[in-house]
């Protein structure tokens, strides 16, 4: 397989009409076949089932917020609506599908809330099943309230995480038949703002990426009973960076050799080597993403290309990845896409 398609959640704030689709070609190193996939409001995430046949997308309704399904076509790309649900308020800011591939989650920053919705066979969301409100707040201005913004199951399905930006908080929810309840609460660095979170391929450790500190914290994650403990904070910026910067997105190899962190500001992608007996982490290098505020990034199937979306400036830039040494080479830059957030690529 030489192409691989791709997604992109956008704010619909100016130019952007929703969800657009693009193509990665292996051979000719490029992206290709930029174009809309689906028309809806602010799907600035989106999550793509394991079977590759549904789409969820965060999305707003007039003055409501929400999700909206989608059956995919995994030949074309091609994306049909199936139905939406939506509340009263802002629309969430993350989604994940579970790995029985019928649960949906969702983290809302503005609303305090985690949503957990049951899906029918085709694929359309059944019934809102959680609604979990969170309290707190922490000592950095932008802490007045819990945000949370971050939901995603750990690797055995297990349990559900959900991480507070506004508490320094990172909950361990149990999900049996897609009902969340509370097993877990971790505190991280008082002011860190936890942000994003991403397991090894082995499931002992997991990276977290903090937006006002901008460091990635390791931990040491047990599945047993859903704890993790604290291993290594380390930093994602130079030590002579003073500028502001929120750290974005983290991601990392499947062979879980390299941690990539974003960093909108300084305007960069991180590399970290990690230490397979530990988890913890060694830096390698700092990469321009050749454009304004990376809000995410994705690795392509295939493990041997990078491809970052730089919000601000409407584009996309694709880096080849050296599965070796874990370094990024820029190939392709200033792809034009309005408004993007989110990248995600179809499973293989």
């Known amino acids: 397989m030489t192409k691989f398609i791709g997604y992109v959640g956008t704010y619909t704030k100016q130019d952007s009409k929703g969800v657009y689709q693009f193509t990665l070609d292996t051979e000719k190193r490029e992206l290709t076949d930029v174009k809309l996939a689906a028309e809806v409001g602010n799907p600035t995430y989106v999550a793509v089932s394991g079977d590759n046949r549904k789409l969820y997308a965060v999305s707003k309704e007039g003055e409501n917020g929400g999700i909206t399904a989608f059956s995919l076509d995994e030949q074309t790309g091609g994306l049909t609506k199936l139905n939406s649900h939506s509340t009263a308020g802002a629309n969430p800011c993350h989604v994940s ?4 591939n019928r649960t949906v989650v969702t ?38 309230k819990p945000h949370m913004h971050y939901a995603g199951f750990t690797p055995d399905g297990k349990y559900v995480i959900a991480i507070d930006l506004g508490s320094d908080r ?9 009902e969340l309840s509370e097993e ?21 450790f997991a990276y977290v990426m903090t937006e006002l500190s901008s460091e990635v914290l390791v931990l040491h994650y047990d599945e047993k009973d859903g704890r993790f403990s604290e291993q290594q904070y380390i930093s994602t910026l ?9 750290g974005s997105a983290i991601h990392i190899s499947g062979d879980g050799q390299f941690v990539y962190a974003g960093n909108r500001g300084h305007n ?37 290309f990078l491809v970052a979306s730089n919000q601000k400036s409407n584009t996309l830039t694709l880096f080849g990845r050296n599965k070796n040494t874990g370094k990024l080479e820029l190939l392709q830059s200033g792809v034009e896409v309005p408004e993007p957030v989110c ?6």
């Open 170 to 178: 990172i909950y361990t929810y149990s999900a049996e038949n897609g």
């Open 184 to 204: 877990r609460k971790m505190e991280t660095k008082p002011g860190s703002g936890p942000r994003h979170l991403t397991f090894h391929p082995n499931g002992k």
């Open 268 to 304: 960069s992608i991180a590399v970290y080597k990690v230490n397979q007996d530990s988890g913890l982490l060694t830096f390698i290098e700092w990469t321009s993403t050749e454009g304004n505020w990376p809000r995410d990034f994705v690795l392509d199937p295939t493990g041997e």
């Open 97 to 100: 599908v579970g790995p029985d």
């Open 238 to 246: 130079p030590e002579d960076f003073k500028e502001v910067n929120d």
């Open 343 to 348: 990248v995600k690529f179809l499973n293989v």
């Open 107 to 144: 983290a809302n920053y503005h609303t305090t809330e985690i949503q957990s919705y049951v899906t029918e066979g085709d694929g359309s969301l059944h019934s809102l099943v959680s609604n979990i409100e969170h309290t707190g707040s922490g000592p950095h201005e932008r802490q007045e």
